[in-house]
């Protein structure tokens, strides 16, 4: 399992995971990039060479993350949010200004992430993946 901590107030919050079956097994991932409200957890494994994981964060300037394991070892998959990886943010970009619809892409800058969830999608509250 994975546990997202949202603080009241500031964006300290970290990113666990556990086994619930075990007392005392949390184990803090590295998916938390210096702190955060965070708020809900989804993985993509279709592709199970590439892995990707997937994290909100209820606050204005709360981005969507992707991460992305460098190393995928399924013989030890609790491994992969503990290691090394990528984190890309959601971008939007609207068809034009002030259109309701359009396009996004992942980056690696957290300041565009910020940003465009500060314009678009504020205090994100959850997240699926069909």
């Given amino acids: 399992w994975v ?4 603080p009241w107030g500031e ?7 556990l086994d619930p079956f075990r007392p005392n097994t949390a184990r803090r991932t590295t998916l938390d990039d210096g702190g955060g409200r965070y ?16 994290y909100t964060e209820d606050d204005h300037y709360g981005p969507v993350r992707q991460y992305t394991p460098d190393t995928v070892d399924w ?3 609790h491994d992969m949010l503990h290691g090394t990886g990528e ?5 939007i970009e609207p068809a034009y200004e002030g259109a309701n619809f359009g396009t996004f892409y ?16 504020p205090k994100n509250e959850g997240i699926d993946v069909l």
């Fill in 87 to 91: 984190i890309k943010y959601v971008v």
């Fill in 75 to 77: 013989n030890n998959p």
């Fill in 3 to 6: 546990s997202c901590e949202e």
């Fill in 39 to 54: 708020e809900a957890f989804a993985y993509d494994v279709r592709d199970a060479s590439t892995p990707r994981f997937y």
């Fill in 11 to 17: 964006r300290t919050g970290k990113i666990y995971e």
């Fill in 106 to 121: 992942w980056s690696s800058s957290r300041d565009k992430g910020e940003r465009s969830a500060n314009t678009y999608y």
